[in-house]
């Protein structure tokens, strides 16, 4: 590949991830498709610039606290972990173009309609159901509450985690699924190279590890290792979750897969600091 199509392609992986402004062409969505392999490394970037939001956030919200606390006793430690955690998700969300969170809806939207043609009907209406809204934010609320239980000191290190892990089910789901319609999930499974796909879980492991051996934790390191590959199977219950709910894999739902796989890498992430993984 040479330089400048490098740089196309990590381009369009990026207007198609992100809202990041990086001027992709029309074809950027054949381009991502082609080279899904490389979604834990977009991912991995994601993760880094969320941690970096976290780390400022928190340093922020503890100054106004401590102002704060001046004039009225507050719940300090609470809120300086809660605030920073809760603004973190959302700016990944909004990062994400809250296109992967719209995947969770439209899933939602879908549930518990008898006929599929309503159910794929549902999922590509302009509308919000209570249903649509209640699964999308408990999902979210899932991944607030892993970050809120993470211990800070490794928060940083548990965004990366969770964005690598949760690109990489996308790759899988991708991978293992058949299209239900025409549309833009077809195009992911029709164009995806699915023979680099392996790629994408060497990337993840060579993203992953280091995060957490530069921070002196290698054992740690190795737990988050075995939590990239959590999202093996929630591609599979997704996958097959999609196959029921609408007859095959559509984009809604490889977004979707992307927000439950991040907040349960979140959640068991903060299990594993909590069971005392690490002295």
Known sequence: MSPMKAIKVFRDLLSFLTIIPVGGKEDFIFTTAQNMWLFPVVGGLIGILGGLYYLASSAIVAFLLGLANSYIALPIALLSTAIPAAMTIAFLLVLTGLQHFDGLIDLGNAVGLRNLHERKM????????????????????????????????????????????AKLAMVTIVWIGKPSHKGLGSIFLAKAKKNLNTVAYLLSVLIVYPVFYVKDHPLLGLVAVALVFVSVPVALIMNKVSNSVFGGVSGDMIGATNEVTRATTLILFAVMLMLGVVA
């Not at 509308?127 to 940083?156: K, S, Y």
């Open 122 to 165: 549902k999922a590509h209406a302009w509308t919000v159901t209570g249903a649509g809204a209640v699964l999308a934010l408990a999902v979210e609320a899932a991944a607030f509450l892993g970050l809120f239980l993470v211990n800070p000191a490794f928060a940083f290190a548990a965004i990366v985690l969770a964005e690598v892990s």
